[in-house]
């Protein structure tokens, strides 16, 4: 059941530039979608969210773009920090409570 | 900042043994959930909480398993048979309501011996 794909395992980002995370979802009824960072041993941690009605939203650092007729977003990070090294999950939402999660995609950030 | 915690960070049990996972939500939020991981897999939904009753569940969560708010604070999740396949990491997250995001817990890793 992969309603939501990450199909970047892993990235590599020099420090100072861009990461751009990527995701795809195959439910056309999903409403609303999260960005989540995770450390080793420690829970996932909320980052930023869209709704479907818009198509941007930024917070600090962390920009998330949806296209709806595409079924994608993405989440940029600008600029790239060693901190931000972690596994990012992207995770959609229909009319109930699940959240449906991507694999994740391990992004690293060098100095 | 207010957190959600989860205790034991790790369990052992042999299997067919009943295991209670158990979790402090963040204190005003109303909305409550249990997710899993298992190893190398993606985080899955097992069941979401609201007004002390089941809102939504998965297929995971079937008889073998319950919720819980025994009081004011905790959340618990009981799985009363075991089994292998049980080993996962288990999330606990909570919402103010259900259009704020879920904050997670940092996890009660379950291995099933």
């Known amino acids: 059941d992969q309603q939501v794909k990450q199909n970047s395992p892993s990235l590599s980002v020099q420090e100072g530039r861009i990461s751009i995370l990527n995701c795809d979802y195959t439910?056309?009824?999903?409403?609303?979608f999260l960005w989540y960072k995770k450390y080793p041993a420690e829970g996932p941690t909320f980052l930023i969210s869209i709704s479907s009605i818009k198509d941007k939203n930024e917070d600090g650092r962390f920009t998330v773009f949806l296209n709806k007729s595409a079924k994608h977003l993405s989440l940029h990070i600008v600029p790239s920090q060693p901190g931000d090294s972690a596994v990012y999950f992207c995770a959609a939402r229909r009319s109930g409570y699940a959240l449906n999660f991507g694999k994740g995609t391990s992004l690293l950030v060098t100095p | 900042e207010p957190e959600v915690t989860q205790t034991p960070s790790h369990q052992v049990t042999q299997m067919g043994q009943e295991v209670i996972l158990r979790c402090v939500p963040i204190s005003n939020h109303l909305y409550f959930y249990w997710y899993r991981q298992i190893l190398g897999q993606k985080v899955e939904f097992l069941v979401s909480?609201?007004?002390?009753?089941?809102?939504?569940k998965s297929e995971i969560f079937d008889d073998q398993f319950s919720v819980e708010r025994p009081d004011g604070s905790n959340f618990t999740l009981k799985i009363r048979s075991t089994k292998l396949e049980d080993s996962a990491m288990y999330f606990c997250?909570?919402?103010?309501?259900?259009?704020?995001?879920?904050?997670f817990g940092d996890g009660t890793r379950l291995s099933i011996l």
């Open positions: 909480f609201y007004n002390n009753e089941i809102s939504e």
């Open positions: 997250a909570s919402s103010a309501n259900r259009e704020e995001p879920q904050h």
């Open positions: 439910n056309s009824m999903f409403d609303y």
